[in-house]
């Protein structure tokens, strides 16, 4: 249930994937979407420059290989939609899902040195990743590191083949 109050403005309340565009996915992948969702709703710092509005809710959809941002606010109007492309992340989601597949390898067999600095290359990716968006949505979209980090948990998972 989203929330109302001077407390939330500023804040997403409400994130919403697409399914037109993006779909269903396996029951792995719709658990890391979920999840992914759940902590960008329950920790965030989300605004539009100009606007003092909120609460927002946002809807995620890919289109063309773009990744569609759309704002609203909790009565559903539409306050700004963004596109970006998602072909500047290509290359680091290539080697982001590696690591991953190196961690979750290394985490039956490796040594608790090994899978820290595997665990460590991969944190570090992910906030490459964080910053990359938070660049891409400079002057668009205001949040924090910790926000755009959690909005790029969720491209992962849109993007994460199970």
């Given at each position: ?40 709703v329950e920790q ?119």
């Amino acid at each position: 249930m989203p929330h109302t109050g001077a407390r939330h403005r500023g804040r997403l309340v409400s994130v919403t994937l697409d399914e037109e565009s993006i779909g269903r996915g396996n029951p792995d992948q719709e658990h890391e979407r979920s999840i992914a969702i759940f902590d960008l709703v329950e920790q965030n710092v989300f605004g539009v420059p100009g606007r003092d509005n909120g609460p927002f809710v946002l809807n995620v959809a890919l289109r063309e290989k773009k990744l569609v941002l759309d704002v609203r606010t909790l009565e559903g109007e539409p306050i700004v939609t963004h596109i970006l492309s998602l072909t500047p992340f290509r290359r680091l989601l290539k080697d982001y899902f590696e690591v991953c597949e190196s961690y979750y390898a290394a985490i039956r067999t490796a040594p608790p040195a090994r899978i820290e600095a595997i665990d460590m290359g991969r944190r570090g990716l992910h906030n490459d990743g964080a910053q990359l968006l938070a660049d891409r949505l400079a002057g668009k979209i205001d949040c924090d590191f910790d926000t755009a980090r959690r909005l790029f948990t969720l491209v992962t998972a849109l993007h994460w083949k199970g």
